[in-house]
């Protein structure tokens, strides 16, 4: 046995012991999910289960939602268990996130686009007896919808060689729609509105009187906006006065990059800091 997995074991041998005493000799124990009845107002029969506090006088102690706690805490463990070395629970881990997000993925998308988009408009009498009985049976049929079930299914000629050549026509036309209605969407968001956004006034009057701050910010705007277009100007060596306001250019393209890497860093620190209190407060119950 190396080194390493002598530490590694006693790491473990050490958490379980001290779980076992936070369990068996504190107050408050380990996790434990206690739920509640409650009538669901759309159907007013059935009954669901909502989580409760365990003082609670219609508190019934939940097994199911307690041991996918455990489950849950052992998962963030295993991936915080790369930071000391690669391991068995990390792999594991990474395989189930990694499966139980491809299966979500093709469920979600085999009910949201194959049967509630497209056999609902093609067979609305079978799929109102089989999956969907609120929608209307006695609509017609729509045949266009013929046309991308037949692009769909030849997507999965990728699969015999002699004809899968005849996958990239619905893979062609699923990548040029997209990508044309992608354009639509940037050049709306990402170059009319910013283009917009920055025809503003050089002299800012607020009830007749001259603001300050806020012609400060519109210059601010307007002068950092010009730099890094001259900065991207290749027409003209950058010396002298274009150089400056280049390199000026270059300085805000540098903050603005620093400022988007800080705001996905708070991202990610919110998402530790949320696993952190999952695991102190949900599941140790400190």
Request: glycine content about 8%; proline content about 3%.
């Given at each position: 046995?190396?080194?390493?997995?002598?530490?590694?074991?006693?790491?473990?041998?050490?958490?379980?012991?001290?779980?076992?005493?936070?369990?068996?000799?504190?107050?408050?124990?380990?996790?434990?999910?206690?739920?509640?009845?409650?009538?669901?107002?759309?159907?007013?029969?059935?009954?669901?289960?909502?989580?409760?506090?365990?003082?609670?006088?219609?508190?019934?102690?939940?097994?199911?939602?307690?041991?996918?706690?455990?489950?849950?805490?052992?998962?963030?463990?295993?991936?915080?268990?790369?930071?000391?070395?690669?391991?068995?629970?990390?792999?594991?881990?990474e395989a189930i996130i990694v499966g139980v997000s491809a299966g979500y993925t093709m469920v979600v998308g085999f009910w949201d686009s194959i049967i509630a988009q497209?056999?609902?408009?093609?067979?609305?009498?079978?799929?109102?007896?089989?999956?969907?009985?609120?929608?209307?049976?006695?609509?017609?049929?729509?045949?266009?919808?013929?046309?991308?079930?037949?692009?769909?299914?030849?997507?999965?000629?990728?699969?015999?060689?002699?004809?899968?050549?005849?996958?990239?026509?619905?893979?062609?036309?699923?990548?040029?729609?997209?990508?044309?209605?992608?354009?639509?969407?940037?050049?709306?968001?990402?170059?009319?509105?910013?283009?917009?956004?920055?025809?503003?006034?050089?002299?800012?009057?607020?009830?007749?009187?001259?603001?300050?701050?806020?012609?400060?910010?519109?210059?601010?705007?307007?002068?950092?906006?010009?730099?890094?277009?001259?900065?991207?100007?290749?027409?003209?060596?950058?010396?002298?006065?274009?150089?400056?306001?280049?390199?000026?250019?270059?300085?805000?393209?540098?903050i603005a990059f620093g400022a988007s890497f800080a705001f996905t860093v708070m991202g990610r620190i919110t998402l530790l800091t949320k696993r952190f209190e999952f695991?102190?407060?949900?599941?140790?119950?400190?």
């Amino acid at each position: 046995m190396t080194r390493e997995a002598k530490i590694g074991y006693g790491l473990l041998l050490v958490g379980v012991l001290l779980l076992t005493a936070k369990g068996l000799f504190s107050d408050r124990g380990l996790a434990k999910v206690y739920v509640k009845p409650d009538r669901v107002a759309a159907s007013g029969a059935a009954i669901t289960f909502v989580e409760t506090k365990e003082g609670d006088t219609t508190a019934v102690f939940s097994p199911m939602r307690t041991a996918g706690v455990w489950v849950a805490a052992f998962l963030t463990l295993a991936i915080f268990s790369y930071l000391y070395h690669d391991n068995v629970f990390y792999k594991l881990t990474e395989a189930i996130i990694v499966g139980v997000s491809a299966g979500y993925t093709m469920v979600v998308g085999f009910w949201d686009s194959i049967i509630a988009q497209l056999m609902v408009e093609l067979t609305p009498g079978l799929v109102q007896h089989w999956a969907l009985p609120g929608i209307d049976a006695n609509k017609p049929p729509d045949w266009t919808y013929l046309f991308p079930l037949i692009l769909g299914g030849m997507l999965f000629l990728r699969f015999v060689p002699k004809v899968g050549w005849l996958s990239q026509w619905p893979l062609a036309f699923v990548v040029g729609t997209f990508a044309g209605l992608r354009l639509v969407l940037f050049l709306d968001a990402d170059f009319v509105s910013q283009i917009r956004n920055t025809l503003l006034p050089l002299i800012v009057l607020v009830d007749g009187r001259f603001d300050f701050w806020l012609t400060l910010r519109n210059w601010g705007i307007i002068v950092s906006l010009l730099s890094c277009l001259m900065y991207f100007f290749f027409s003209f060596e950058h010396k002298g006065v274009v150089g400056r306001v280049a390199r000026f250019g270059v300085w805000v393209l540098m903050i603005a990059f620093g400022a988007s890497f800080a705001f996905t860093v708070m991202g990610r620190i919110t998402l530790l800091t949320k696993r952190f209190e999952f695991l102190f407060y949900e599941w140790l119950r400190l």
